[in-house]
């Protein structure tokens, strides 16, 4: 075997039961990451398969950059998979870095033999039966109807482990990566609202050489915590806080949420510095604040008043603005300075407006029509790949995401959760590499589509329209967007 491996993916058999593949569920997990990664470090990583039955040594262990346990029941009762995770994290106990990524393939009842793992990062790779009211495994990882889903996880966990194996090789990614990797920036945890919007953030501060605090998971009692905190923050010159609809969760032994606690250490260590250039906060508030409970609101009165006391930025402007401000602030003025690189924003042939049109290849000839009356408007149409493996089509999808100006997804005849996840692509475009903003986000929705705050907290505009009056439905949005959407 060679010298070093760069992943161990630790399993039970009992979770590699065959898929509808014919493969077995960690041989397909494995398939998949492995492209994924092997795309984002320009090599094949070496990542070494084993479950309970196979035998591996302290001094192989030793060889072992990063190991991913895929968890449930099954791994919980198996003494000889919860040993080696003890194994490697004494062997690596010196190590602050983060080593270990946890898959769940299965909800766990308890985690107390393994209580050591809280810390490191966790990706769920199990979905909610709506229709059942329970969780289930993915039983296909290549199923249409699920592969959005299913790949925006596969592509969180890449981008992870890839950032973290480029500390732990010592690879450098690029000339931007050593110019200002010595830039920290503290971005505060968020209640569950804007956990997706703060990872999407973190990725593309990442990208661009940031590091980024907390570095692991917070602790989950108040000092432990607290401490957590101020240690973290201490190696930053910059804390930005996402604070939404929701006021957050509690740490043990407090009654102020994790959010409403790194809020108030931020303001302590920018009122003792009193120095904008030694560390500033920026805070982004959710101007739509109408469903937002009684200690939630007092907790943003609370931050008003005291920023009359301590040195800090407030913005209550729409999410994407301000992402919009963030991406000016840190990533454009950080690079096009310091690097002298100028960024060619892609446009279409005939400088026209870019449209991305995203349908599955069972509305094919439905959007027909629709792309002739946007085409005939004068905008420049992009579409979904349909050809090649399922990879291609990825690929193909994300460049899109990195060149449009507006999206329009189009339901047709696929459900609620494709529609979902295919906004919830556009959320993360800026973590493929897209450098400019979002001008509309569109559903031409089906009447029975449910919709809920997640499309008016992500400024998702959503038309429901019979096939035969979408058309009308369209021209009636372009005329209202004309500010915006001019070809």
């Not at 072992?64 to 994290?89: A, R, W, Y």
């Not at 059942?132 to 296909?140: A, G, S």
């Not at 603005?321 to 060619?344: A, H, P």
């Not at 339901?411 to 692509?425: E, I, P």
Request: charged share 30%.
């Amino acid at each position: 075997m060679p010298d070093k491996i760069d992943i161990l993916l630790l399993h039970t058999e009992a979770d590699n039961q065959r898929l509808q593949s014919g493969n077995g569920w960690v041989v397909d997990f494995k398939s998949i990451f492995e492209k994924l990664l092997g795309e984002l470090l320009g090599q094949k990583p070496h990542i070494l398969l084993k479950s309970e039955h196979d035998t591996i040594t302290a001094a192989n262990l030793e060889d072992v950059h990063i190991i991913i346990p895929i968890l449930s029941p099954d791994f919980i009762k198996s003494e000889l998979c919860v040993e080696t995770v003890k194994e490697f994290i004494s062997i690596n106990k010196e190590n602050q870095e983060c080593r270990i990524f946890k898959i769940i393939k299965s909800p766990l009842p308890s985690m107390s033999d393994l209580e050591m793992l809280h810390l490191f990062p966790s990706f769920p790779l199990y979905r909610h039966d709506t229709d059942l009211d329970e969780f289930v495994d993915y039983k296909n990882f290549y199923d249409p109807e699920l592969k959005n889903e299913i790949w925006m996880k596969f592509t969180d966990l890449a981008f992870e482990v890839f950032e973290n194996l480029k500390c732990v090789k010592g690879l450098e990614s690029s000339k931007v990566k050593s110019i200002i990797s010595g830039r920290s920036i503290y971005l505060a945890e968020t209640a569950e609202d804007l956990q997706i919007q703060r990872n999407i953030l973190k990725r593309e501060l990442q990208r661009h050489g940031y590091t980024i605090y907390p570095s692991q998971a917070l602790p989950e009692e108040s000092g432990a915590l607290k401490r957590k905190v101020k240690e973290e923050m201490d190696k930053c010159n910059v804390s930005i806080h996402l604070i939404g609809n929701s006021y957050g969760k509690a740490p043990i032994g407090s009654d102020k949420s994790v959010v409403d606690i790194q809020n108030q250490i931020a303001a302590e260590k920018s009122s003792e510095l009193k120095d904008k250039n030694l560390f500033s906060r920026i805070i982004w508030i959710s101007p739509w604040q109408t469903t937002a409970e009684d200690d939630h609101r007092t907790f943003i009165e609370n931050i008003k008043r005291d920023l009359t006391l301590s040195e800090a930025e407030i913005l209550e402007i729409p999410l994407e603005d301000f992402k919009g401000i963030i991406r000016e602030e840190f990533i454009k003025v950080s690079i096009d300075k310091k690097v002298d690189i100028v960024t060619e924003k892609p446009q279409a042939l005939n400088g026209n407006e870019i449209i991305y049109l995203i349908y599955d290849q069972i509305d094919a000839k439905e959007v027909t029509d629709i792309k002739s009356a946007l085409t005939s408007e004068g905008f420049e149409v992009i579409i979904p790949s349909f050809e090649g493996d399922i990879l291609n089509q990825r690929n193909r999808h994300i460049n899109n995401l990195r060149t449009f100006d507006s999206a329009i997804i189009y339901q047709g005849k696929t459900n609620d959760q494709w529609v979902r996840m295919k906004a919830l692509d556009l959320l993360k475009a800026p973590g493929y590499g897209r450098n400019k903003g979002i001008k509309n986000k569109l559903v031409l929705g089906q009447p029975t589509l449910k919709t809920d705050q997640f499309y008016s907290t992500n400024e998702i505009d959503v038309i429901k329209a019979e096939n035969q009056t979408t058309g009308d439905a369209l021209k009636s949005y372009f005329k209202e967007k004309a500010d915006l959407l001019k070809p």
